[in-house]
């Protein structure tokens, strides 16, 4: 019996080899990002036990989804930071890796390059079974609200990667690239859309004063939203539609709202205070075509959801419409 030390892409390419039809799979690891489940190999019909840990926000919940849907056992433990597993009776291993970028490079490619360390066993190790056994006893069943308090944890945590990545211009893609492809980079980003009407002399003008205001309280490159108390952490999309005729999206312009952001007070009203950005982390500028198709897919979104009412949208929304009913 024997063992070797192994990263991240090689244990991942080790578990893909050794899982099989009629195996059964052990895994109690941390954290899964997007697209673990496939390069796995964990299918339909695959007999798995999966604990993973969705308190902490590393886990994308969209995949730990995936893998209920084809029928997966997964529970969750709270406090899991281990990496233990067992496949069949000729492997087993305790590491470093996470299933996902932090650990096995697959969620988006902006958050790899972690290096990882992992043992692997050419049989079942006891204690590694004895542990996992503890783990799987202790975890507890993943309801529909736990993986929606999930989803905001994921996109909180998102927030702070997309800010610390620094990708080359070669490296970014559009927004509209990453809608139509449906780009887990922005599926799992802290990202929103403001849709709302532009306003009226009155409105406008009492915005100007507090927008000047709020400039010279926290800096030039700040703006804000007026009496806008769900506003989201994140990044912004704000769409503005015209009151004229055509009642067109006359703007759109990104900011974002980090957490424990302020809110300025102008007599009554308040401004929810964000800063001004030119793009979102790691896509390049909306403009062109890829602004007129983002403008014609918000309002066909729209269509039969009170159009004059503001909201806020979530991408993924947005990013589910269009696989549904895509622009020909």
């Keep these: 019996m024997s063992y070797r030390i192994a990263a ?10 050794a899982i099989s039809p009629d195996i059964e799979i052990n895994l109690a690891v941390a954290f899964w990002g997007a697209g673990a489940a496939d390069r796995l190999g964990l299918i339909q019909g695959r007999e798995a036990r999966v604990v993973c840990n969705l308190s902490m926000g590393g886990t994308n919940p969209s995949e730990i989804r995936t893998l209920l849907k084809r029928d997966i056992e997964v529970r969750q433990h709270a406090t899991l930071h281990a990496k233990i597993g067992i496949v069949g009776t000729g492997l087993s291993f ?30 079942v190790d006891q204690e590694v079974r004895i542990r996992f056994d503890a783990l799987w006893n202790q975890a507890q069943p993943i309801t529909k ?24 211009a070669a490296d970014c893609i559009s927004l509209w690239t990453a809608i139509t492809t449906d780009s887990d980079r922005l599926r799992s ?25 709020i400039k010279v309280e926290f800096g030039k490159g700040r703006t804000a939203f007026m009496d806008w108390s769900d506003l989201p952490e994140g990044y912004i999309i704000g769409a ?16 974002r709202r980090p957490p424990n952001s302020p809110t300025y007070t102008n007599g009554s009203t308040p401004f929810q205070v964000v800063e001004r950005m030119k793009s979102l982390p790691g896509f390049i500028a ?23 009412k503001s909201r806020i ?7 589910d419409f269009h696989a549904e009913t895509p622009i020909q």
């Excluded at 991240?8 to 080899?17: A, C, Q, V, W």
């Excluded at 009492?206 to 000047?212: C, I, K, R, S, Y």
């Excluded at 503005?240 to 900011?255: A, F, G, L, N």
Aim: proline share 3%; aromatic share 8%; charged share 35%.
């Design 8 to 17: 991240g892409p090689e244990l991942i390419k080790s578990l893909k080899m």
């Design 94 to 123: 305790v590491g470093s890796s996470n299933m996902s970028a932090n650990g096995l490079g697959v969620e988006s490619d902006e958050l790899a390059g972690w290096e990882e360390a992992n043992v692997l066993f050419d049989h």
């Design 313 to 319: 949208i979530p991408i993924w929304k947005l990013m």
């Design 240 to 255: 503005c539609r015209s009151h004229s005729h055509d009642q067109r999206i006359k703007d759109v312009e990104i900011s």
């Design 145 to 168: 609200e736990d993986l929606k308090a999930a989803d905001e944890r994921w996109r909180a945590r998102r927030t702070l990667c997309l800010q610390d990545q620094k990708l080359s």
């Design 189 to 213: 980003s802290p990202c929103s859309i403001a849709y709302y009407y532009e306003m009226d002399d009155d409105d406008k003008a009492e915005f100007n004063a507090a927008e000047a205001e």
């Design 286 to 308: 909306v403009k062109g075509s890829d602004l007129e198709n983002f403008k014609a897919l918000l309002l066909r979104y729209l269509e039969g959801r009170k159009p004059k």
